[in-house]
């Protein structure tokens, strides 16, 4: 996610949506992107609830029915986009019917070139505990990284930002993402590595506990950190070297920001991971790919489980495809 040009806001209006839109903003505002509205109508709903409210008022219905769902759909996507993004941070509003909202979002992130997907963890109707299943769905699915908010945006102010790592340079794909964030929130990023007990094929991270303890971990995060700086050059991004203390904290944009590294041992990463988001942290920015090999999908099954159960706003984004090629190295 090297820059934001367009970003999709899949709504339906509950006060959750008023969070991802906020944070929306935020983002176009100061990137210079555009945000566009989407509301999807399930097929279900043609056919059942909305359907008899409306007939309830209107005796002629039966071929006034998708006009009066769609007008009211389109007022409330353009109230929301006055609401919420100056003009020129305005994009396009779409209303369209599908009978799986989470497939018609990916594919119209993915076909619509979109930087970022952002909505809101939760639905009006979902559980507190969980994120709401639509949202589920497009975090396990989408090609384009999904911003799921979980709180208002500035509760991020000054705070603190997760990034879980897993000693791969893909895992640092999320840096760039996570230091834009940071930059414009005044936010501070921790590097989180977790090792497991139980875990055989981590041969690059120290696997005693003892050395995770001791330090050793973050030297050679730092190195993995640099790797990906040098192999991929993002824009804006670079590290301050201050010679005897080394790498003490990051630049994105002339605007600095404050690092550190934090490791953890447990039986299970994602586990761990969440408890100390929970505790700790304001955002956590993770990729979904991890290291290659027979533990390929490892940090990728672990970020599902994190977003999908973490009660803080999550960030997830899919590595540069030049990431893999040089993770085989």
Not at 51 to 58: G, I, M, Q, S
Not at 184 to 193: E, H, K, M, P
Not at 289 to 314: D, F, I, P, Q, Y
């Amino acid at each position: 996610m090297a820059t934001i040009d367009r970003i999709l806001v899949p709504t339906d209006y509950s006060d959750y949506s008023e969070n991802a839109c906020q944070f929306a903003e935020n983002l176009a505002a100061a990137t210079g992107g555009v945000v566009d509205l989407l509301h999807v109508i399930p097929n279900s709903i043609l056919m059942n609830e909305q359907l008899r409210e409306t007939a309830k008022d209107n005796e002629e219905v039966d071929n006034d029915i998708y006009p009066l769902i769609f007008n009211e759909a389109e007022l409330k996507l353009n109230s929301l986009a006055r609401t919420h993004f100056q003009h020129k941070n305005r994009g396009d509003i779409f209303v369209k019917v599908d009978r799986s909202p989470a497939a018609l979002i990916t594919d119209q992130a993915w076909q619509g070139n979109y930087s970022l997907v952002v909505m809101s963890a939760k639905g009006k109707d979902e559980s507190d505990m969980f994120r709401g299943s639509t949202t589920e769905r497009v975090l396990r699915t989408s090609q384009v990284p999904v911003l799921s908010v979980y709180n208002h945006p500035d509760t991020l102010k000054s705070g603190r930002i997760i990034v879980p790592v897993d000693g791969s340079i893909l895992s640092m794909a999320a840096v760039p993402a996570a230091a834009l964030i940071a930059s414009l929130y005044n936010a501070s990023i921790t590097f989180l590595y977790v090792h497991e007990r139980m875990e055989i094929f981590n041969r690059k991270v120290p696997d005693k506990a003892d050395d995770v303890q001791s330090g050793r971990f973050s030297e050679y995060l730092m190195e993995r950190l640099m790797d990906f700086i040098d192999t991929m050059k993002p824009q804006g991004l670079h590290v301050i070297d201050s010679g005897e203390l080394g790498l003490t904290g990051l630049v994105y944009n002339n605007e600095e920001i404050g690092i550190s590294f934090e490791a953890l041992t447990g039986y299970s990463a994602h586990h761990e991971i969440t408890t100390y988001a929970n505790k700790f942290a304001d955002m956590v920015v993770m990729t979904t790919h991890g290291r290659s090999g027979l533990a390929h999908m490892l940090l990728g099954s672990h970020a599902e489980k994190v977003a999908l159960n973490t009660e803080k706003t999550v960030l997830t984004i899919r590595p540069d495809s030049k990431l893999f090629d040089k993770q085989k190295q």
